[in-house]
């Protein structure tokens, strides 16, 4: 595709439309994308105490080990945001080019590392033994294949810079149930016989994977005003990449920062025993459900904010994410409120442990003035990034995750001997004081100026 058909496309994203138009097909994909692993715990509890523990740490691993996909992925959505919103079209193609080669080399050489040290990062977890077998062989075979993910990722930032969202909610959609069914197979169906029981799991988490990334490939060959060669790289365009990478480490450092302080929290659950490390599972499953709706919310705000920077439009980006976060606090802790309320049979679902379902009601009442702090904090920094003010979340965030979530989870976890009730306490306590300070940021508007586009 030619870069003369690029630069004559019209607008991508309409900056004036309904939130409800980009933030729907979010919020359905997002729904869609976190019950794989849902599924994955939900089906294997039927199968497996130890085998859902097994999961559960070893998906803890590789979530942040996605992360450093999140360095150029998430980069390339707030430049082609930009760039689009300020309808310079002649770097598009060497940035999507640029992002996916990147991502495509990092995540292959990750795979392999994955796959050789498996083992040893799961006794660096303190995985009790019994768990050993199952977690090991699940993180070699998904792990290994994580570079699917990494791609569909890059790809699935491409398209929503682009307005394509309602892709991604089919796409979900379609993976979800080759997921679901690989399970059945594997867990109760025909497949059962083989006893494979998380390994079966896994294969079917990998294969749901592939056929996502081929269908996301093809979509965006044949809708996307653009295109990935190897001849936009000659001469290999070193500005596109030093742009990306200045921007996605900061942009991608607060995930990293706190995903890490979640292993290092997770460590200290496991010396907690079984029950505080299942519990912690199933409130994480059902306190995901919670903020939802907010994630999907900043994500509609953050494509909005990315092209109305691009356009200079700082007046009205700064508006339009005041008017997004007033709903989005009501509903997101109406919802987590629910969830408390709920929680004696929702947590039923996935344990008869009585003790479990006692300190997972404690949970999900934190929970609630937990999402406060998270609804601000999702809202407003997803917000800052698509501005191109990156680098403060990040350093508030390192600050705030070990001074304040990893810190105190050990001091009234363990020291004060409040266990699980008290790790929650602590994270709640670093989201608040993150959401305080963002919020104050924003309305000075200290966030202006730094775009990407000049």
Avoid at 304 to 315: C, R
């Amino acid at each position: 595709m030619s870069e003369n058909r690029i630069q004559n496309k019209k607008d991508v994203v309409d900056i004036n439309a309904p939130l409800i138009k980009f933030a729907l097909p979010v919020f359905v994909q997002a729904f869609l994308s976190m019950l794989i692993g849902y599924a994955d715990s939900l089906m294997l509890t039927r199968y497996s105490d130890t085998a859902v523990g097994a999961v559960g740490n070893a998906n803890q691993i590789l979530g942040f080990l996605t992360l450093a996909f999140t360095i150029i992925s998430s980069a390339a959505g707030v430049v082609v945001s930009q760039y689009l919103g300020a309808k310079k079209f002649d770097k598009i193609n060497r940035i999507y080019t640029v992002s996916v080669g990147f991502n495509l080399v990092l995540s292959v050489t990750i795979s392999a590392v994955v796959f050789i040290f498996s083992g040893s990062m799961m006794k660096l977890m303190r995985l009790p033994e019994e768990m050993m077998s199952d977690a090991v062989i699940y993180m070699k075979l998904v792990g290994g294949f994580i570079f699917l993910q990494a791609l569909s990722d890059t790809f699935y930032q491409i398209l929503r810079s682009n307005g394509r969202m309602v892709f991604g909610m089919v796409s979900a959609l379609v993976t979800n149930i080759l997921n679901i069914g690989g399970n059945y197979l594997f867990l109760y169906g025909p497949l059962k016989a083989f006893g494979l029981g998380a390994s079966g799991v896994a294969i079917s988490s990998v294969f749901s994977r592939f056929i996502a990334l081929v269908v996301i490939v093809i979509y965006f060959k044949l809708k996307i005003d653009g295109d990935i060669s190897i001849k936009y790289l000659k001469p290999f365009p070193k500005d596109i990449l030093s742009s990306l990478i200045k921007l996605g480490i900061p942009t991608a450092g607060e995930n990293i920062s706190y995903n890490i302080s979640q292993i290092v929290i997770t460590a200290i659950v496991n010396s907690m025993g079984i029950v505080a490390i299942n519990t912690k599972i199933y409130c994480g499953t059902l306190t995901n459900f919670s903020y939802l709706y907010s994630i999907s919310v900043a994500v509609a705000t953050q494509i909005i904010v990315g092209h109305a920077v691009g356009a200079g439009k700082y007046d009205f980006a700064f508006k339009r994410v005041v008017k997004s976060l007033v709903p989005s606090l009501i509903i997101s802790v109406g919802i987590a409120l629910t969830n408390f309320l709920l929680s004696p049979y929702t947590l039923a679902v996935f344990t008869d442990n009585a003790e479990s379902i006692t300190l997972g009601r404690q949970i999900m009442m934190i929970a609630v003035i937990l999402e406060i702090g998270r609804t601000c904090n999702l809202i407003i920094i997803y917000s800052m990034r698509a501005a191109g003010d990156v680098k403060f979340p990040t350093y508030l965030g390192i600050a705030s995750m070990w001074g304040v979530s990893a810190l105190f989870a050990f001091v009234l976890g363990i020291v004060f001997g409040m266990g699980l009730v008290g790790v929650w306490i602590a994270m709640a306590a670093d989201e608040i004081l993150r959401g305080i300070i963002v919020s104050i940021r924003w309305v000075k508007g200290s966030w202006r100026g730094k775009s990407v586009v000049k």
